[in-house]
C-alpha cells in the first residue's frame, strides 16, 4: 500500500462505546435497498468505475486443491486482468491496470511471492485458523508469522466467533491486538468478523468497533466459508462503523467485502454504498478491497460491453 | 478522456431515463388534450387551454382544456347515466375490472412513471418505485373488496356519484387512493387532477379504457379550481373526496355544508419526526432523509418537524448535515438522484418565503455545498435549527425541501412537544426500546405512526389525519366506509333555504332566555303523579364534571306537557355552560387514569352498571317519557326497555372494536388501532327523549370519549333525569356533561369551541347545515341529521356499525421487525 496512507494503531478498548452501539435491522435493510436505486452509475462512469473496481480485488483462491500451477494461472491474471485490446480502447494502457492483491492459504504464499515478482502487487494470506479460528491461539498466532516470513503483505486473520456470540468484548479485543502485534510494521492487517456466523446487526457492529480499536487497517466481512458472506446490509453497517471510527479517532479503516460478489452489477452498489456512507477515498484499493475470483471476468465483460456495445462471450476472457 | 479522469475521481455521471415513449403518448395526441367523459375524449367547441409544463425544463408538455360549467355537467351526467348499472354490476364483476386496471398500470409501469417524473418534477426512482407500484396495489387491493362486497358488506350500499379532487404531489398515487374504493363499492366517479399535473391522470383515463371499464364510471376532467368548485358544488354530486391544503379543505367544508354530501378530506400536516437517545441515529438519519426529501418535501405527511432529545442532538444534527451533503439533486429522469424539481415557480417562491421567515425567526440555516441544476426549478435540501415552537417555521407547513429542528428532554416532553400542532397526520418515533416505541406511538395524536421507519404506504392500511388534517380514510377496510352508505339510508335531501340560512349565519342560534311563566299560563305537573298540591320544587341543573350546578346565567326555561301543560323547568344554558363542560370533558381525559386510558373492560362494567340502575328505575323513566311526549305508557316503556337494550349493547362494544391488524406489505407489524376522537359534542333528537340520548351517549363513551350531551331540546327531562343514573354508576367526572337549554344556541358555542373534536347534530336542517359550516374552523368531524329523523327503536337505526365509526378515528402504527 502507499506510504501516504496513516496505517491505523491500536487504542485502548472503550467498552461504553461498544455498548452503546444500536443497529436497527429494517432501517438498515431499507437504506440498502434503495440505494443502488438512487446511484445508478452508466455509460463512461460505469465503465471508469468497474475499472476502478478491477484494482480494488484480492484475488482469491482459498481451496484444499490450490496448488503450485493454480496459483501461477492466478497470479497471471492478477498482472494483467484486462485484456489489452480493452484497455487500449479505453486509452488507458499506459497505466498499470493490477488488481489489489492476491489472496492465498499460507502454504501457498511462497508460490504467489514467486509469480508476482517484478510487480508490487502484494500477497495477502489467511492466517489464524482461517475460515473457523478453532485452534489455540499460539499456533494461530504462528501461522501470521510463518506468513509474514514467506513473503506475506497483508494478513486476513479470522476472529473468534465465540468472544462475541457470549459478548466477552475484552476478549476479542486482546486477540486481535496480539494478532496486531504480530503483524506490526511488515504487514498490513485486514480482520474478518464472519458476520455470516454472527447473531445480529449490532454485534456486527460492535465487533467492528472492537476490531478497529484493536488496530486493524481493515474490516472484513466474510471468509466465504460461512453460509451467508457479503451483503449489503452487513456492508452498511460495518462502513458506518468505520465512519464512526474515523470520525472519533481520525483514523481510516479500509473495508473488505468477501464472499458472493460475482457480478459487475453488485460492484457498483458497493461502490456506490462506500462513496454515500464514507467517501469516494473509500473507493481506492488503499481503504477498499473485494475479495473475489470470478467476479473479475464478469467485470472484464461490461468492459467489453461498454467499448463494442456487444455482450461478450465469458470464454473470451482468459482465465485466472 | 473522461473514463481515465472519472477513473481517477470517481466522480457521478448522468444516468437518464429515456423520455422517449412519454414523448411518443404525448405527439399521439398532438400534444393537446380533451377530458375524458364516458370513456371518450371531449373537447368543447371553443376549448380554452392551459398548458403543462416540465418544472425541470420550463419546457411546455401539452395542452390540456378547463373545463366549464357545461363540461362539469356533461361528466357528472355520465357518472350518473352509468351508476344504476355499475352500482348493481355484482360485486364480482366490478373486480374483474379493478384487476384490470391493476395489471394494465402494471402493463405500462414505465411510461405513468417517465410522464408523473416529467409532469410533475419527482425522481424517476420514486414514481418508478414508489408512486406506480403503489398504484397498482391499491387497485389489487380494492379489486378484493369489490369481490367481497357481496358478501361481506351486505348491510350497504354505495354512494352514488363521487366528486374527486387531487393535489399535485402525488398524481397518480392519489387519484389511485380516490378511484380504487370508489369504483370497487359501485359508485362513479368524476375526478379532477390538479392544475400543475394533469398529464397521468388522462394517461391513467385511456389504462381505464383499454381495461374495458363501462362508459361513465371513470370521468377524467382537467379544469381550474372554479372548475372545482362546480364540481363539488354540483346538485347531482352524492360526495366529495378531496385531498389537498388545510385552507382549501375548510372551503370545501364551507361549500358542501348542509348538502347532505358525505366528505372526506385529507389536508396538510407538519409530522413530527422523534428520535430518542436510544435510536439507531444513522438509521434514523436515512429515516429523515426519507420523510423530508422524499419528493422534494413536498409530501402532505412529510415528517418535517424533527424533534431529537437534547443528549444526543449536536451529534445527531452533526450526522444529518454530513449526509445531506451527499444529496443530488437534478433532473428527475437521472436515476443517480435524490432530488428533483419543485412543482412550480410560485411553490418555489413559497418554500423560499418560508427560509426567510425562518432566518428572521432567528433559525439557522443550513445548506450543503452542493450543485443545483442551472435551469429548472430546484431548492436545495435545508435544515433549520435554532428555532423553537413559538416560531411560525415550526408550526406552518411548509411543502418543501425544509427540516425545522427542536430538542426535548423526555418522552413526556417529546410528546407533548410532537401534539403541539393543529395538524395530526403522521409522525415517526425512533428509539431501540420497544416499551418506549410503543408507548409513544399510542400517545401521538396523528393518523399514521411509523416506528422506526417513515413514510410507508399500502393499500391494506388506511391513512388520514387525526384534527385540521382532515377526516376519512384511504386505504385499508377503513377507507372503504367513505364510499358507502347504510343499506336503509337515503342521500339525505335536506329541505332549507340555503340563501337565508347562508345569510342567517350570525344570526343562528342567538336566544333570548325564558321569563316567567305568565298568570294562567298553565299549572305545575310533574307528570309523575298528577298532584296539583303544594310541593317541593325540584329543578335539575347542569351536570358538568360529576356535579350537579346551576346553570351559568341562572336563567330557567320551562318545559312543557303535550297540551301545553308546564311539566317541569330545566337550567338555560348559555356558553359559558358549554365552556365549563368542555373543560370538563377535557379533565375527564387527562385525569389519571383519564377515560380513554382505562382499559375497555372497565368502560364495559360502567356501562353495564349504568344500564342496571336504569333498569331499577325503569317505571319513573316511562312516566317521564309519557308526560313529556303525551305517548302512551305502554309506548313509553318500550322506549326505556331499549335504551336498556342499548347500554348492553354498548356496553358489549367497548371491548370489540379495537382495531385490526394490516396485511401490508411491510414485514412486521402494520396495526390499524381505533382510538377515540376526544371531547364529543352532541345534540339529542327530540323523537326519543330517552333513547336518543342513551343510543349516542352510550357509544361515545363506550369507545372512550368523552361528551358534552344537550338533551332533547323539547323533552329534556329524560336526559336530567338521567345523571342521578349516572351519579350512582361509577361514571368518572366529566365523562357525561349535561347541558340543557336551546340546541342551537348551545350547538353553536359547541361547534366554534376549537377543543372541540367532534360534534354531533340531531336537529333540523338548517342546523345541520351551519353545523358543518362552523365546524371548518378547526376541521373537526361532524355527525348531523340534515333534520332528517331515524328510527332510534331499530337497531341498525338506533345502534349500527355507523355508531362506531363516528365515535373513532383510525391510526395506523407500523413496527417493522427483525433483530
Known sequence: MPSKHIRNQTIPLDLGWVMRARVNRSAVERRVATLPTRRAIKKDWQAAWLLRAVTCIDLTTLAGDDTPGRIRRLCAKARQPVRPDILTALEISDHTIHVGAVCVYPSRVRDAVEALRGTDIPVASVATGFPAGQTPLPQRIAEIEQAIEAGAKEIDVVITRTHVLTGNWQALYDEIRQFRQTCGEAAHMKTILATGDLATLKQVYQASLVAMMAGSDFIKTSTGKESVNATLEFGLVMARAIREFWERTGSKVGFKPAGGISHAKQVLAWQALMREELGADWQMPELLRIGASGLLTDLERQLYHYITGRYAARHHMPMG | ?819
Open chain 2, 1 to 819: 478522456m473522461s473514463v481515465l479522469q472519472t477513473f481517477e475521481h470517481l466522480d457521478y455521471g448522468p444516468a437518464p431515463e429515456s423520455p422517449a415513449a412519454a414523448e411518443a403518448w404525448l405527439d399521439d395526441h398532438q400534444r393537446k388534450f380533451g377530458l375524458f367523459i364516458n370513456n371518450q375524449w371531449v373537447t368543447p367547441l371553443e376549448p380554452k387551454y392551459y398548458p403543462s409544463y416540465n418544472p425541470a425544463t420550463g419546457e411546455k408538455l401539452a395542452d390540456t382544456v378547463q373545463a366549464g360549467q357545461a363540461e362539469v355537467d356533461a361528466a357528472v351526467a355520465a357518472a350518473r347515466q352509468a351508476l344504476d348499472i355499475w352500482a348493481n354490476t355484482p360485486g364480482q364483476a366490478r373486480a374483474r375490472y379493478l384487476y384490470a386496471i391493476a395489471r394494465n398500470v402494471q402493463k405500462h409501469h414505465r411510461l405513468l412513471a417517465v410522464l408523473e417524473s416529467m409532469d410533475n418534477g419527482k425522481p424517476i426512482r420514486e414514481s418508478r418505485d414508489i408512486d406506480v407500484p403503489l398504484l397498482a396495489r391499491h387497485f389489487y387491493y380494492y379489486a378484493g373488496w369489490a369481490q367481497l362486497m357481496d358478501t361481506e358488506l351486505r348491510d350497504y350500499q354505495p354512494v352514488g356519484v363521487v366528486g374527486q379532487i387531487i393535489p399535485w404531489n402525488f398524481p397518480l398515487l392519489m387519484l389511485a387512493w380516490k378511484i380504487a374504493p370508489a369504483i370497487a363499492m359501485g359508485n362513479t366517479i368524476v375526478l379532477k387532477p390538479a392544475s400543475y399535473t394533469r398529464l397521468s391522470a388522462l394517461l391513467f383515463a385511456e389504462i381505464v379504457a383499454e381495461a374495458g371499464v363501462p362508459p361513465g364510471v371513470v370521468n377524467i376532467i382537467t379544469g381550474s379550481s372554479q372548475a372545482g368548485t362546480m364540481l363539488v358544488t354540483h346538485a347531482d354530486i352524492d360526495k366529495v373526496a378531496f385531498t389537498g391544503s388545510t385552507e382549501v379543505g375548510r372551503i370545501l367544508r364551507r361549500q358542501t355544508a348542509g348538502s347532505g354530501k358525505k366528505l372526506s378530506l385529507e389536508l396538510g400536516g407538519k409530522s413530527p419526526f422523534v428520535v430518542f437517545e436510544d435510536a439507531d441515529l444513522d438509521g434514523a438519519v436515512e429515516g429523515v432523509v426519507d420523510a423530508i426529501w422524499f419528493n422534494q418535501g413536498q409530501v402532505c405527511c412529510a415528517g418535517s418537524r424533527l424533534l431529537v432529545q437534547e443528549n444526543v442532538a449536536e451529534s445527531f444534527l452533526n450526522k444529518l448535515k454530513k449526509r445531506m451533503e451527499h444529496l443530488r439533486v437534478g433532473d428527475p429522469l437521472d436515476k443517480c438522484i435524490d432530488m428533483g424539481a419543485i412543482v412550480d415557480q410560485s411553490q418555489w417562491n413559497t418554500i423560499d418565503s418560508w427560509v426567510k421567515i425562518g432566518i428572521r425567526e432567528g433559525g439557522e440555516v443550513f445548506q450543503p455545498n452542493i450543485d443545483l441544476p442551472k435551469r429548472g426549478i430546484f431548492y436545495p435540501p435545508t435544515l433549520i435549527t435554532n428555532l423553537e415552537p413559538a416560531a411560525e417555521a415550526v408550526q406552518e407547513e411548509i411543502f418543501g425541501p425544509i427540516l425545522v429542528s427542536l430538542t426535548f428532554r423526555s418522552p413526556s416532553e417529546a410528546i407533548e412537544l410532537a401534539n403541539n400542532t393543529r395538524y395530526g397526520l403522521a409522525a415517526s418515533v425512533w428509539s431501540e426500546n420497544i416499551n418506549l416505541a410503543l408507548d409513544v406511538a399510542s400517545k401521538l395524536k396523528s393518523g399514521s405512526v411509523w416506528v422506526n421507519c417513515t413514510n410507508l404506504f399500502d393499500g391494506a392500511s388506511g391513512f388520514g389525519g387525526y384534527r385540521e388534517s382532515g377526516f376519512g380514510r384511504e386505504g385499508g377496510k377503513e377507507g372503504l366506509f367513505e364510499y358507502l352508505r347504510t343499506a336503509w339510508q337515503e342521500r339525505p335531501r335536506p329541505k332549507f333555504d340555503l340563501n337565508a340560512a347562508s345569510e342567517r349565519k350570525s344570526s343562528w342560534g342567538a336566544y333570548t332566555p325564558a321569563r316567567p311563566t305568565p298568570p294562567g299560563g298553565g299549572g305545575m305537573d310533574d307528570g309523575m303523579d298528577g298532584r296539583k298540591s303544594a310541593r317541593i320544587d325540584r329543578t335539575p341543573k347542569m351536570y358538568i364534571g360529576g356535579k350537579q350546578v346551576r346553570p351559568d346565567g341562572h336563567y330557567t326555561r320551562a318545559v312543557y306537557g303535550p297540551r301545553g301543560v308546564l311539566i317541569g323547568q330545566v337550567g338555560d344554558g348559555n356558553r359559558k355552560d358549554i365552556r365549563d363542560a368542555v373543560e370538563a370533558a377535557h379533565a375527564a381525559h387527562t385525569a389519571k387514569p383519564g377515560w380513554a386510558m382505562r382499559h375497555a373492560y372497565n368502560r364495559a362494567q360502567v356501562l353495564y352498571f349504568i344500564a342496571e340502575n336504569l333498569d331499577a328505575r325503569q317505571d319513573e323513566f316511562a312516566k317521564r317519557i309519557a308526560a313529556m311526549t303525551g305517548r302512551s305508557h305502554k309506548s313509553a316503556q318500550l322506549e326505556v326497555q331499549a335504551a336498556i337494550e342499548r347500554l348492553f349493547t354498548w356496553a358489549a362494544w367497548a371491548d370489540k372494536y379495537g382495531g385490526a391488524l394490516q396485511e401490508t406489505t411491510l414485514r412486521g407489524i402494520t396495526v390499524a388501532v381505533n382510538e377515540p376522537i376526544g371531547v364529543i359534542g352532541i345534540a339529542c333528537p327530540d323523537e326519543y327523549p330517552l333513547l336518543g340520548f342513551v343510543s349516542l351517549m352510550a357509544p361515545a363513551i363506550a369507545r372512550g370519549n368523552t361528551v358534552v350531551i344537550i338533551p332533547s331540546q323539547k323533552h329534556p327531562l329524560s336526559g336530567t333525569d338521567f345523571y342521578q343514573v349516572l351519579d350512582t354508576s361509577d361514571v368518572p367526572p366529566g365523562v357525561v356533561n349535561i347541558v340543557t337549554g336551546d340546541r342551537d344556541h348551545l350547538v353553536k358555542t359547541l361547534i366554534q369551541h376549537e377543543d372541540v373534536d367532534a360534534v354531533w347534530y340531531f336537529g333540523s336542517a338548517e342546523g345541520s347545515y351551519h353545523v358543518e359550516y362552523e365546524s371548518a374552523s378547526n376541521m373537526k368531524r361532524t355527525w348531523v341529521s340534515y333534520g332528517i329523523e331515524r328510527d332510534w327503536l331499530d337497531p341498525y337505526q338506533g345502534a349500527g356499525h355507523e355508531f362506531l365509526h363516528e365515535a373513532t378515528q383510525v391510526k395506523n402504527i407500523w413496527v417493522p421487525t427483525g433483530e
